[in-house]
T-cell receptor, first 111, second 112 residues
Framework: DQQVKQNSPSLSVQEGRISILNCDYT??????FLWYKKYPAEGPTFLIS?????DKNEDGRFTVFLNKSAKHLSLHIVPSQPGDSAVYFC??????????FGQGTRLTINP | SQTIHQWPATLVQPVGSPLSLECTVE??????LYWYRQAAGRGLQLLFY??????ISSEVPQNLSASRPQDRQFILSSKKLLLSDSGFYLC???????????FGQGTRLTVV
């Protein structure tokens, strides 16, 4: 049972434009959501998070939006840069416990 | 500052051989510890997590086991490896009540 889903395995965006990565979840007990970035042969690095009491959190070029009624969150990167090319994972947690990850979306930024 | 060490970085093991992957965390105490696996082309699957010494929760039935002999040490083991155990294994830690988990560099395991 995949509780966190990233339905787009890949996304290609032109440098300077906006990248939008999407994530859906099914478990209503999730109250904290995170995005991680991963390069090949490395561990994921934390990017940005959002609590279920908020609907938006912004950190520089990265903004995460949460729509609780739709059980959907998205990560916006603007402007996109070549160094943003990586696999992005969304994750969710029920009360500061273990993280449940999606399958990941490979983002490619084209010059 | 906190750091996490995971080794080895790569490992090639024959089917039926034992496995021991070690992970240690520095600069924090009483962390939650996790083992994840990323199979080829797939997401991060939680294998085990631990909230304290000797306390291990298993998420999926499998050929692997975990142990936490010390507060900041987490070990992933197998008595006999299967081909299906191949993958990228990641250790992570978090410090409750924070939810953010920080990952090690991972171990690429290939069972041949």
């Amino acid at each position: 049972d995949q509780q966190v889903k990233q339905n787009s395995p890949s996304l290609s965006v032109q440098e300077g434009r906006i990248s939008i990565l999407n994530c859906d979840y099914t478990n209503s007990m999730f109250d904290y959501f995170l995005w991680y970035k991963k390069y090949p042969a490395e561990g994921p690095t934390f990017l940005i998070s959002i609590s279920s009491i908020k609907d938006k959190n912004e950190d520089g070029r990265f903004t995460v939006f949460l729509n609780k009624s739709a059980k959907h969150l998205s990560l916006h990167i603007v402007p996109s840069q070549p160094g943003d090319s990586a696999v992005y994972f969304c994750a969710a947690s029920p009360g500061a416990q273990k993280l449940v990850f999606g399958q990941g979306t490979r983002l490619t930024i084209n010059p | 500052s906190q750091t996490i060490h995971q080794w080895p970085a790569t490992l090639v093991q024959p089917v039926g051989s034992p496995l021991s992957l070690e992970c240690t965390v520095e600069g924090t105490s009483n962390p939650n510890l996790y083992w994840y696996r990323q199979a080829a082309g797939r997401g991060l699957q939680l294998l085990f997590y631990s909230v304290g010494i000797g306390q291990i929760s298993s998420e999926v039935p499998q050929n692997l086991s975990a142990s936490r002999p010390q507060d900041r040490q987490f070990i992933l083991s197998s008595k006999k490896l299967l081909l299906s155990d191949s993958g990228f294994y990641l250790c992570a830690w978090s410090r409750p009540p924070d939810t953010v988990a920080f990952f090690g560099q991972g171990t690429r395991l290939t069972v041949v």
